[in-house]
């Protein structure tokens, strides 16, 4: 899969301008931005978008059933997991929350939307992922959250994240597009 990425200074929702292009954006199609002014999450809940985070969605047309497609919403977390794992300092507890959470030390440092939709003529849904990871500050908020760079042996910037996540998302991605569950995606 090529990634075409599309960067912008602000949008309202990555996510709501990708599904609302589906139609010209073809697989692997990137919409990353500095700030999202409406951004959301799971159930419709505010996503706050501060300065110096990474928040994107990725498009991806798998050609495979609904049912299946909610597994993408976990090789994502896999995928920023692989990404952040090096960047931690010793003693930094990675875990995953499911369906859509990667914690550091207990505390929520990103979340991922996974969308469908289906557009006429396609046997199959398109899939819209988003991703926002909390890379230099963390938002106000009564549930526990923290930002990469506290727990970092240095500072990362969105753009090298960008990256180390879409690699890892390939790896996974293709894997289990080629075999699914009997593949074992947990294998990088």
Known sequence: MQFDIQHMAALPSTNRYAKERLHLLPEGSVIWVDRQTDGYGRRGDAWESLPNNLMFSLVLWPDKPLPQL????????????TALAPLLRSGVVLSYKWPNDVLLNGQKVCGILLETETLTGKPYPAVVLGIGINVESAPRIIKPVTALNIHAKKDSTPESLLAAVLEAFQCLYERWKEGGQEKNILKL
């Open 70 to 81: 909610v597994q993408l919403s976990f090789m994502a977390s896999l995928a920023v997991g």
